[in-house]
C-alpha cells in the first residue's frame, strides 16, 4: 500500500500480518501493532520523543548482562511481570495464587540442599530463620517430589550474582518436597533492598518520584512433571513497603509471617540469641511443567556495586 494519510500506516501493518501462517503470532502481532499506534496517536508522540524512547530500549539491552537484566527489572517497575503472572495462573486470574514474580535474579544450577539444611555458604550476618514450606495441589493434596529452588538478597540487600564478596551460590539451594509435601531448610531472615538506579529503571523512578525499594521476601520456585511451574516470593509482614513495592509484586497470598523467638531454644545448637521462624503454603496447578531462560546465568566481579536510595514523592 502507498501511504495517502497517517491512518493508513496502520491499515498497512496489520495487512501484511494476514500473510503469516501462525495463529497465535499473528493474533499477538495484530493486537501489539493495534495498541503500539493508539498509544502514538493517544500520547501525540513527537519525533524527539520516539527517538528519546527508542535510545531507553537499546539501553536496556545493552545493560543486560550475565548478572544483570534490565529489561526484567523494567517490566518489574512498569507492573507488566505482576500482572502477567496473574493472568496467567489462579485459574486465569479468576482465583487467588501463590505464583509471583520470577524477578532478575533466578539462577539454575542451585547447589542440593537436604532437608533441614542451611543455604548459608559463605558468612553471612543476619538473624536465622527457620523456614518450614508444603506443596500442596488444587484439591488439597501434598504434592511429593517436587523441586523446590530457593534463594534470596544478603543483609545488606545484595544477591550473591551481585556481589563478588560472597561466595559462589550463597543464600541459593535446592530442595525436594517429601510425601506430606514438605521443605525445611535454614537462612537468614531477609531484608527488603533497593534495586540498581544506574540504567533506564532509575530514570523512570525518579521521573515518577516513585523510591526504589522491594520488600523483605524469599524465592520459591517449584518445579515437578504435570504441574504448571510456579515462582514464588513470601514477604515478611513487617516490612514498611509492602504497599508500595518497586516491582507490585506483593499479594496477599505471599504475605509471611517470619515470627521472632527470643529467649527459646532453637532447631539448633549453634545459634544463640533471638531467631525467627516461617511457615508457609504454596498451591500448584496442574499444567506444563517448563521451565524460561534464566534472567542472569553468571557472577559480577570487580567491587561490589553501592546501593542508592531513592525517597518516595508524598
Same mark, same amino acid.
Given at each position: 500500500?502507498?501511504?495517502?494519510?497517517?491512518?493508513? !500506516?496502520?491499515?498497512?501493518?496489520?495487512?501484511?500480518?494476514?500473510?503469516?501462517?501462525?495463529?497465535?503470532?499473528?493474533?499477538?502481532?495484530?493486537?501489539?501493532?493495534?495498541?503500539?499506534?493508539?498509544?502514538?496517536?493517544?500520547?501525540?508522540?513527537?519525533?524527539?520523543?520516539?527517538?528519546?524512547?527508542?535510545?531507553?530500549?537499546?539501553?536496556?539491552?545493552?545493560?543486560?548482562?550475565?548478572?544483570?537484566?534490565?529489561?526484567?527489572?523494567?517490566?518489574?517497575?512498569?507492573?507488566?511481570?505482576?500482572?502477567?503472572?496473574?493472568?496467567?495462573?489462579?485459574?486465569?486470574?479468576?482465583?487467588?495464587?501463590?505464583?509471583?514474580?520470577?524477578?532478575?535474579?533466578?539462577?539454575?544450577?542451585?547447589?542440593?540442599?537436604?532437608?533441614?539444611?542451611?543455604?548459608?555458604?559463605?558468612?553471612?550476618?543476619?538473624?536465622? !530463620?527457620?523456614?518450614?514450606?508444603? !506443596?500442596?495441589?488444587?484439591?488439597?493434596?501434598? !504434592?511429593?517430589?517436587?523441586?523446590?529452588?530457593?534463594?534470596?538478597?544478603?543483609?545488606?540487600?545484595?544477591?550473591? #550474582?551481585?556481589?563478588?564478596?560472597?561466595?559462589?551460590? #550463597?543464600?541459593?539451594?535446592?530442595?525436594?518436597?517429601?510425601?506430606?509435601?514438605?521443605?525445611?531448610?535454614?537462612?537468614?531472615?531477609?531484608?527488603?533492598?533497593?534495586?540498581?538506579?544506574?540504567?533506564?529503571?532509575?530514570?523512570?523512578?525518579?521521573?515518577?518520584?516513585?523510591?526504589?525499594?522491594?520488600?523483605?521476601?524469599?524465592?520459591?520456585?517449584?518445579?515437578?512433571?504435570?504441574?504448571?511451574?510456579?515462582?514464588?516470593?513470601?514477604?515478611?509482614?513487617?516490612?514498611?513497603?509492602?504497599?508500595?513495592?518497586?516491582?507490585?509484586?506483593?499479594?496477599?497470598?505471599?504475605?509471611?509471617?517470619?515470627?521472632?523467638?527470643?529467649?527459646?531454644?532453637?532447631?539448633?545448637?549453634?545459634?544463640?540469641?533471638?531467631?525467627?521462624?516461617?511457615?508457609?503454603?504454596?498451591?500448584?496447578?496442574?499444567?506444563?511443567?517448563?521451565?524460561?531462560?534464566?534472567?542472569?546465568?553468571?557472577?559480577?566481579?570487580?567491587?561490589?556495586?553501592?546501593?542508592?536510595?531513592?525517597?518516595?514523592?508524598?
Amino acid at each position: 500500500m502507498i501511504i495517502s494519510k497517517q491512518q493508513d !500506516v496502520t491499515e498497512a501493518v496489520l495487512a501484511e500480518l494476514q500473510h503469516a501462517t501462525d495463529p497465535r503470532f499473528k493474533e499477538i502481532m495484530t493486537a501489539a501493532v493495534t495498541h503500539l499506534h493508539g498509544f502514538i496517536r493517544d500520547a501525540r508522540l513527537s519525533e524527539a520523543e520516539f527517538h528519546q524512547a527508542c535510545g531507553m530500549i537499546a539501553k536496556l539491552g545493552q545493560l543486560t548482562t550475565a548478572s544483570h537484566n534490565e529489561v526484567v527489572l523494567i517490566a518489574g517497575s512498569l507492573g507488566l511481570s505482576a500482572l502477567v503472572c496473574l493472568l496467567n495462573n489462579g485459574d486465569h486470574g479468576q482465583t487467588e495464587t501463590t505464583a509471583n514474580l520470577m524477578g532478575p535474579f533466578w539462577r539454575m544450577d542451585s547447589p542440593r540442599t537436604e532437608k533441614g539444611g542451611s543455604i548459608v555458604r559463605s558468612p553471612t550476618l543476619g538473624a536465622a !530463620v527457620f523456614v518450614n514450606a508444603w !506443596v500442596r495441589d488444587t484439591q488439597g493434596r501434598p !504434592v511429593e517430589g517436587a523441586e523446590v529452588d530457593v534463594w534470596q538478597a544478603s543483609s545488606e540487600g545484595f544477591y550473591e #550474582n551481585q556481589d563478588p564478596g560472597q561466595g559462589d551460590m #550463597n543464600l541459593r539451594g535446592k530442595l525436594t518436597t517429601d510425601a506430606s509435601g514438605h521443605i525445611a531448610f535454614r537462612s537468614i531472615k531477609p531484608v527488603g533492598y533497593p534495586i540498581p538506579l544506574t540504567g533506564p529503571v532509575g530514570a523512570l523512578l525518579r521521573a515518577q518520584g516513585r523510591h526504589n525499594m522491594r520488600p523483605a521476601h524469599i524465592h520459591f520456585m517449584i518445579f515437578k512433571q504435570g504441574y504448571k511451574t510456579q515462582f514464588a516470593q513470601v514477604y515478611s509482614s513487617d516490612d514498611p513497603n509492602l504497599e508500595t513495592d518497586v516491582q507490585f509484586g506483593v499479594t496477599q497470598a505471599l504475605v509471611g509471617q517470619y515470627v521472632l523467638h527470643s529467649g527459646e531454644t532453637a532447631p539448633v545448637q549453634d545459634v544463640t540469641g533471638a531467631w525467627y521462624s516461617l511457615d508457609h503454603h504454596f498451591v500448584i496447578e496442574r499444567g506444563e511443567a517448563s521451565l524460561p531462560k534464566p534472567p542472569i546465568t553468571g557472577k559480577a566481579s570487580g567491587e561490589r556495586p553501592t546501593p542508592a536510595i531513592l525517597e518516595r514523592n508524598r
